[in-house]
C-alpha cells in the first residue's frame, strides 16, 4: 500500500530553520510528482512547493519563495523541504503529497510551530 510518513516538524523560533522529511513506500517513486502542502485551521490546504519526477523543475509558493527549498532523492525514495527563516505565518500542518496515474495521495501531517 501507498505510504506517506513525514517527519521533521516541532518548535522552532522565528527566523529559525527546520528540515522536514518524507518517507515513502508502496509505488514507484520515481514516477510521481511531489509535493508539500500545507494547512491552518479556517483556511484552504496551500500548496507550498512542488518538484517534478526527474527533479528538473521545482515551484514555490510566493509566501516561501527563497527562503524553503524543496529536494527528492530518487534512491531513498524521499523527498524533503528545508525550511529557513521561519516566520509566525509559516505555522501549520505541513502535508507530503505523491501524485501519479491520476491518483493523489497524503500522508498523515507533521506540526511546525513557529513562535517565541
Known amino acids: 500500500q501507498v505510504r506517506l510518513v513525514e517527519s521533521g516538524g516541532g518548535l522552532v523560533q522565528p527566523g529559525g530553520s527546520l528540515r522536514l522529511s518524507c518517507a515513502t513506500s508502496?509505488?514507484?517513486?520515481?514516477?510521481?510528482?511531489m509535493n508539500w502542502y500545507r494547512q491552518v485551521p479556517g483556511k484552504e490546504r496551500e500548496l507550498v512547493a512542488g518538484i517534478t519526477r526527474a527533479g528538473d523543475f521545482t515551484n514555490y509558493a510566493d509566501s516561501v519563495q527563497g527562503r524553503f527549498t524543496i529536494s527528492r532523492d530518487n534512491v531513498k525514495n524521499t523527498v524533503s523541504l528545508q525550511m529557513n527563516s521561519l516566520k509566525p505565518d509559516d505555522t501549520a500542518v505541513y502535508y507530503c503529497n505523491a501524485r501519479f496515474n491520476f491518483q493523489s495521495y497524503w500522508g498523515q501531517g507533521t506540526q511546525v510551530t513557529v513562535s517565541s
Open positions: 508502496g509505488f514507484t517513486f520515481s514516477r510521481s510528482a
